[in-house]
């Protein structure tokens, strides 16, 4: 099997904090690799060892065949980055963003202008070529970094939150360019908040606080992490439903997501008459509780409660 990513034990320390510890992963060639957690909990700075910005304390690695301390130059004229944090000249336009990055990359001429056209289109970014970058919208922002992230045609893609602060229909749009480039062999790791999404990767870490705690296909991970049935019910009153639930033994990892409240029981556990009581008395009537199948979401809270407990 031919991997695109190859990393043993990379830590990195910042003086006292240790932001990274003993991370070890290994990316298929042409696979969706997501990589997930918290804010702080070291993705970033897991991205930047590998791409050669900055070097592990210990550990060692390879990308693309490159190891990431000795030849991180070579990594970086050979992978695409969309940064977390939005990096590109706000007082440019769109279309000299483009040509700036052909630029590093060495297109010039005909190659230069069939790349910037194909990745206009790609982006859908026709009819902003002649705005100043500043005074673009969320979305359109990071349309362009997705589109200079590509510039070179790389053959490994870092994509760091793409689609943070973007509406559900760009997000789709997003996930079908990621779906398109695993197609056409490209490789892509890509971290996000959105677990939705994140369904959609070959395989998955989920790291937190600076340490791997989980890693399989999403349909591994449901069946290692989650033993038990998830139930699910809707409520304008989520505050006094989380409390209620909180107070029954049986009841594990109750959480908000968007207006429903999900639990986990044992298998054969679920008590509804006893649960509908205790929700009652905190003026939550007439819920319409149901069986539903675990998401990730599900899996990374109990994964995050275990590794606290």
């Given amino acids: 099997m031919a991997l695109s990513v190859d990393v043993q034990g990379i830590t990195k320390v910042f003086g006292s904090f240790r932001a990274v510890s003993d991370v070890s992963f290994q990316i298929p060639a042409g ?7 918290p804010n702080g909990a070291g993705k970033s700075t897991t991205i930047r060892m590998l791409l050669g910005i900055i070097q592990p304390t210990e550990g060692d690695g390879t990308v693309l065949g490159y190891d990431i301390i000795r030849e991180s130059e070579k990594i ?29 990359f060495e297109l010039t001429g005909k190659a230069k202008k069939d790349r910037i056209d194909f990745l206009i289109s790609l982006t859908k970014l026709d009819g902003y070529e002649d705005k100043l970058t500043y005074n673009l919208p969320q979305g359109v922002r990071q349309r362009l970094a997705l589109a200079t992230a590509l510039i070179n045609d790389p053959k490994l893609v870092f994509l760091d939150e793409p689609t943070g602060g973007v509406d559900p229909a760009l997000r789709r749009y997003f996930w079908d360019i990621i779906a398109d480039l695993s197609k056409q062999g490209r490789t892509v790791m890509v971290t996000s908040h959105y677990m939705d999404e994140v369904e959609r990767c070959d395989n998955i870490c989920f790291i937190y606080g600076g340490k791997l705690i989980a890693k399989g296909t999403p349909s591994q991970l449901k069946a290692n992490y989650i033993q038990g049935e998830i139930y699910s019910f809707e409520t304008e009153n989520r505050l006094n439903a989380l409390s209620a639930l909180q107070e029954l033994s049986w009841v594990k990892n109750p959480f908000p997501a968007g207006r429903a409240v999900r639990f986990l029981v044992d298998k054969g556990g679920f008590r509804e008459d006893e649960m509908k009581q205790h929700l009652a008395a905190v003026s939550v009537k007439d819920v319409n509780i149901r069986k539903t199948s675990p998401t990730l979401e599900d899996v990374f809270i109990s994964l995050v409660i275990n590794t606290r407990s």
């Fill in 31 to 37: 696979s969706i690799f997501g990589f997930l957690g």
């Fill in 76 to 104: 970086k004229m050979n992978v695409g980055y969309m940064s977390q944090k939005f990096s590109l000249y706000e007082d440019l336009t769109v279309y000299e963003n483009l040509d700036f990055f052909c630029g590093i």
